[in-house]
């Protein structure tokens, strides 16, 4: 079983940054990738950001490129989302989830969830 916990939410004007931290306990060695999402009041979940477990690629969503970086630490654990230039349209709880086969960009293929982590934007 793996176990994924979010944190580094929280309340931030427009314009600053925040940066999550998920951390990962369990079998993490199957892992093919991990992300982040969010979700928004009455919105779908959607992709952010993925950074691939083996080579450390990563593929972002274009509405956080060039804002967001995901990353990982030399033991790749934790995983890290930084977010610059927060806008209120990013306010959402963010979600970190493990994946183990499959397309990076949908959440039903990602077997591992944690328990999200509120950010929210003001104007």
């Known amino acids: 079983q793996v176990q994924l916990v979010e944190s580094g939410g929280g309340l931030v004007q427009a314009g600053g940054s925040l940066r999550l931290s998920c951390a990962a306990s369990?079998?993490?060695?199957?892992?093919?990738?991990m992300a982040w999402f969010r979700q928004a009041p009455g919105k779908e979940r959607e992709f952010v950001a993925v950074?691939?477990?083996?080579?450390?690629?990563?593929y972002y969503a274009d509405s956080v490129k060039g804002r967001f970086t995901i990353s990982r630490d030399n033991a790749k654990n934790p995983v890290y989302l930084q977010m610059n230039s927060l806008k209120p349209e990013d306010t959402a709880v963010y979600y970190c989830?493990?994946?183990?086969?499959?397309?990076?960009?949908?959440?039903?293929?990602?077997?591992?969830w944690g328990q999200g982590t509120q950010v929210t934007v003001s104007s």
């Open positions: 369990g079998r993490t060695v199957s892992y093919r990738a």
């Open positions: 950074i691939t477990w083996t080579a450390g690629s990563t």
């Open positions: 989830a493990a994946l183990r086969s499959g397309s990076y960009y949908y959440s039903n293929n990602y077997n591992y």
